[in-house]
């Protein structure tokens, strides 16, 4: 994703307390500006709009349905027709109704996403031809879209074994992921195949990790993603179980016994007879 250094580079600028309206910033600063997008959508855990790096306050929004249409865009992740949005937001309703329905959020939600310094003549971060809409790339930054970029990337770096930073890139994609897709939204049909392949990749990218810095004998690292793959599924065996042995062969008995403990309550929990305390070479 080519914004990925300019956004990171202008959040650095405001931590350290910088002004970057266009008005105060000149030189380079002013081109990087221009180059991050306006608009930043956070959909990895609670799902957050901030425009110009403000977040946008509830009150902004003035429908909740303006919002969704938000979010399923950022679900569908290309072009979607008027249609099937109406579809997605009005059920059985009747479509000359959804129509215009469409048409009032799709007003709404430009005016939200609008920066304060946009160009009236411009498209704007929301782009529609008339039969679609989607959201313009250059324009906004989605926290999922980052994190499935950078894993992948690690991923395949990892399969070809290519590169000496390939620990690194995982341990960057790993920390990439704040939350599963739209965590507030745990039910919605349109949101379960990109929440599916969300955590799909995020277990990937920690298997792969652990792997890694167990070979690097990084027993606080395996401990630390081995106990956030449980996370994600509290009933698997084999994570359970090399975390077990990672603790003895680093000589931490106590830790691993306590690990085994936990170990043996979930298989109960599953009816699954549990395998005996891994013993050490």
Not at 30 to 59: C, E, K, W, Y
Not at 196 to 222: F, M, P
Not at 268 to 278: F, L, N, V
Request: with cysteine.
């Amino acid at each position: 994703i080519p914004h990925l250094g300019a956004e990171a580079a202008l959040q650095t600028l405001r931590d350290y307390g910088m002004d970057l309206a266009p008005r105060r910033v000149a030189g380079p600063l002013a081109v990087l500006a221009r180059l991050a997008p306006t608009v930043t959508i956070r959909a990895l855990g609670v799902f957050q709009v901030s425009r110009d790096g403000t977040p946008i306050p509830t009150t902004a929004w003035q429908s909740r349905k303006a919002r969704d249409l938000l979010k399923i865009l950022v679900a569908r992740r290309r072009p979607t027709p008027r249609d099937a949005l109406m579809e997605l937001l009005w059920p059985e309703a009747d479509p000359a109704k959804s129509g215009n329905r469409l048409s009032v959020l799709l007003s709404l939600l430009r005016d939200v996403l609008a920066p304060s310094h946009a160009d009236q003549n411009g498209p704007g971060p929301l782009v529609t031809d008339g039969a679609a809409v989607w959201l313009d790339p250059t324009q906004v930054s989605i926290d999922v879209e980052e994190f499935l970029t950078l894993a992948n990337d690690a991923l395949a770096a990892d399969a070809a074994r290519e590169s000496p930073t390939t620990t690194a890139r995982l341990a960057a994609a790993a920390a990439a992921f704040t939350g599963d897709f739209l965590e507030d939204d745990p039910y919605q049909d349109w949101a379960a195949a990109l929440a599916e392949e969300v955590r799909a990749t995020h277990i990937a990218v920690l298997r792969a990790l652990t792997r890694r810095l167990r070979q690097a004998s990084d027993v606080d690292g395996v401990v630390r993603c081995s106990l956030r793959l449980l996370e994600q599924d509290p009933y698997d065996e084999p994570v359970h179980l090399d975390l077990v042995t990672a603790l003895l062969e680093a000589g931490r008995p106590g830790e691993a016994r306590r690990h085994y403990q936990t170990y043996r309550r979930r298989m109960e929990e599953m009816g699954i007879e549990p395998q005996p305390m891994p013993r050490t070479p």
